[in-house]
Nanobody, 121 residues
Framework: QVQLVESGGGLVQAGGSLRLSCAAS??????MGWFRQAPEKEREFVAA????????YYADSVKGRFTISRDNAKNTMYLQMSSLKPEDTAVYYC????????????????WGQGTQVTVSS
């Protein structure tokens, strides 16, 4: 079992940056990913990363603006978000997966509680 805790969300102006963190405990050698969910919308894939960190995969909507990374020595995954847009506003979740790269939420497990990101225009 893996336990995940997200942090780093907040309020930022359009064009700004934020870095989200996902701290893992328990069974930590997993491929992992970030999803987001806006009000009244389905949970949406954002990015995924191999346990080794060598392979990454992004949703088209964030490619070139977001960077996923991980520091296995710290059992932490990151999502660096730049050039933020109001449509990036959502609760961001991290989770582990046994399927890489998967954009489907049902392939993920160990979901954290989420961290709110709000981008003002």
């Amino acid at each position: 079992q893996v336990q995940l805790v997200e942090s780093g969300g907040g309020l930022v102006q359009a064009g700004g940056s934020l870095r989200l963190s996902c701290a893992a405990s328990g069974r930590t050698f997993n491929d992992m990913g970030w999803f987001r969910q806006a009000p009244e919308k389905e949970r949406e894939f954002v990015a995924a990363i191999r346990w080794s960190g060598g392979d990454t995969y992004y949703a088209d909507s964030v490619k070139g603006r977001f960077t996923i990374s991980r520091d296995n020595a710290k059992n932490t995954m990151y999502l660096q978000m730049s050039s933020l847009k109001p449509e990036d506003t959502a609760v961001y979740y991290c989770a582990a997966t046994g399927v890489f790269p998967s954009i489907v939420a049902r392939d993920y497990y160990g979901w954290g509680q989420g961290t709110q990101v709000t981008v003002s225009s």
